[in-house]
């Protein structure tokens, strides 16, 4: 098991920068990626960013300009820092890693670990 704790949601202005931050409670090496998705009333949940054990970083084209996410180890936690904010980054953001679904069993399958998000609302 995995839990995933979130921080940082809030309201912003359009144009402003802003980070969030999700931390695991597992040594983040454990896990085969850790990454950032979002979600909208009425639509499906999509990937902003990710970033995998070995470091390859995804990020979604509608933000690839935009949003960074990088990780710091010693604190097994991901962030994910946004700039120039627009009202369509408005969005529920969930923290999400892909692990074993018991970590005393490699041969066990790989799922989603979700936290239970955080809102951010890009707004004047």
């Known amino acids: 098991q995995v839990q995933l704790e979130e921080y940082g949601g809030g309201f912003v202005e359009p144009g402003e920068s802003h980070q969030l931050i999700c931390a695991a409670s597992?040594?983040?090496?454990?896990?085969?990626?850790m990454g950032w998705y979002r979600q909208v009333p009425g639509k499906q949940r999509d990937l902003v960013a990710s970033?995998?054990?070995?470091?390859?970083?995804v990020v979604g084209e509608s933000v690839r300009d935009r949003f960074t996410i990088w990780r710091d180890t010693s604190k097994n936690s991901i962030y994910l820092e946004m700039s120039d904010l627009k009202p369509e980054d408005t969005a529920v953001y969930y923290c999400n890693a892909r692990a074993l679904k018991n970590f005393d069993d490699v041969r066990s399958p790989i799922v989603d670990y979700w936290g239970k998000g955080t809102p951010v609302t890009v707004s004047s």
């Open positions: 970033i995998s054990k070995n470091g390859t970083i």
């Open positions: 597992r040594n983040i090496f454990s896990l085969n990626a």
